[in-house]
């Protein structure tokens, strides 16, 4: 039985993880499987008799994950937090990006239904609006309705004068309703913005599993196209765009804090990883060469000068010194090193000039050793996990399900006319998009 922790690439909300052990461990020869969305790792025990790793591997490539085998070469600090920086900019462009198109739309209906304003279709009806007055000893509905209606007027003030630089706005030569600009506004965040959803919904799908963003990508298009359908060509008078723009805003947002929140969980391993030497003097052919350290091999004679860190583990033989080692054993006083005792990688040396045989070499070292105890620890998952992820399971089929019974109910049973049941329908669907029990667990564990 072979038990492996691997990075995983590819993954991109906490329900991925719950996909991943649900495929992989149905696989024959997988015994155990834990995957760990924040810190991107794989936990797999399996038998390589009955699987082998690259059977697991081409079974993650084709629900769209990517895992990172021992034989690949994996990259560089560097690069992963290049990777990560990048991931991070991607994901906050896209929030802002949703959040500048998306607050108009949220702004003006949040506004008209919490304080009952009456609703403006038309464009230059908005642009043409009068400033309004507070009565004296208004409510405070009342003075919540002057408010918005003073916020509204603010906003077409100087909209009207750049309206008036080429149509006369009192007297405008066209009708335009405001369901047109939601629209427009609506439809990149939908479908370019939102893309993501449709993509991993589709991967999810083709596998036969349904995940959170199957859930999502129902909803908000649900809304989205009642909306558009509804305003082009039956004239409906409430469309909701707001309600799949602000979902999807939400969503993204969450995505974008998990972004930062995965970086966080991963930064352990990235301190103890800075730790190491990045290169190392070693004698060979008579003459001390430098090189990098993962060129090291077992039995080289390393050199190492006063102030600089041991690369690899080994045994000193020749010359004394005292090694600082407090970060790796915790020990607070530097201890003393002569020919026949033992060398941490990563430690420092202090005064004197060490010479020793290096005897572990790469992950081998006892830095590497912390590293993969500290990845174990990451990729195992508490018992309240596999919980939530056996409900999100379900969850997703459930909800679809319940709509369809909503649908029945409302225009079948209950004899409600087409339009009623649809907007049930779609209202259990937009409710449920939040990925919540996908997400607030893991992040909260």
């Known amino acids: 039985m072979t038990k492996l922790v691997l990075k995983v690439k590819g993954m991109h909300c906490a329900s991925c993880s719950a996909l991943i052990d649900k495929l992989v461990g149905r696989e024959p020869g997988v015994k155990a499987i834990a995957t760990n969305y924040g810190a991107e790792k794989s936990a797999i025990e399996f038998d390589e008799s009955k699987v082998t790793l690259e059977q697991i591997d081409a079974l993650m490539n084709k629900i769209g994950y990517d895992l990172v085998r021992p034989d690949e070469t994996g990259a560089t600090l560097e690069e992963e937090e290049r990777k990560e920086a990048k991931q991070i900019n991607v994901a906050r462009r896209r929030v802002i990006a949703a959040g500048v198109l998306a607050a108009p739309i949220v702004l003006y209906y949040m506004l008209i239904h919490m304080f009952n304003v009456p609703h403006v279709h038309e464009l230059f009806d908005f642009l043409n609006q009068a400033k309004p007055f507070l009565a004296t000893g208004a409510s405070f509905f009342e003075t919540g309705q002057y408010l918005t209606n003073l916020l509204f007027w603010g906003i077409a003030q100087p909209l009207a004068s750049l309206a008036g630089l080429f149509v006369d706005v009192a007297h405008p030569p066209l009708q335009i309703d405001l369901n047109y600009i939601y629209w427009i506004l609506s439809t990149p965040i939908q479908f370019v913005i939102g893309w993501s959803f449709y993509r991993n919904a589709i991967t999810a799908i083709r596998v036969g599993s349904a995940n959170m963003d199957v859930l999502v990508v129902l909803g908000t298009t649900a809304a989205y196209l009642y909306s558009a ?217």
């Open 229 to 445: 359908v509804g305003f082009l060509f039956f004239n409906i008078d409430h469309p909701f765009w707001e309600s799949s723009a602000a979902l999807l805003f939400f969503i993204l947002l969450g995505r974008y804090i998990e972004v930062l929140a995965r970086g966080r969980a991963s930064n352990a391993i990235k301190e103890l990883l800075k730790l190491e030497a990045k290169e190392a003097h070693v004698w060979r052919d008579g003459a001390e060469v430098t090189i990098p350290i993962d060129h090291i091999k077992t039995g080289d004679t390393v050199i190492v000068k006063p102030g600089e860190k041991v690369p690899v583990d080994g045994i000193v033989v020749e010359g004394e010194s005292h090694v600082d080692e407090k970060v790796v054993t915790g020990e607070s006083f530097p201890v003393k090193k002569e020919p026949g005792d033992e060398v941490i990688g990563a430690t420092v040396n202090q005064e004197g000039l060490l010479r020793f045989k290096a005897t572990k070499v790469g992950k081998e070292t006892l830095l590497y050793q912390i590293v993969r105890m500290v990845e174990e620890a990451q990729a195992r998952r508490a018992p309240i996990q596999d919980v939530v992820d056996k409900v999100s399971e379900y969850f997703v089929p459930a909800v679809v399900i319940l709509s369809v019974l909503t649908f029945v109910g409302w225009y079948f049973v209950a004899g409600f006319p087409l339009r009623t049941g649809l907007l049930r329908m779609i209202a259990v669907l937009v409710i449920s998009c939040p990925c919540a029990m996908g997400l607030a667990t893991p992040t909260a564990l």
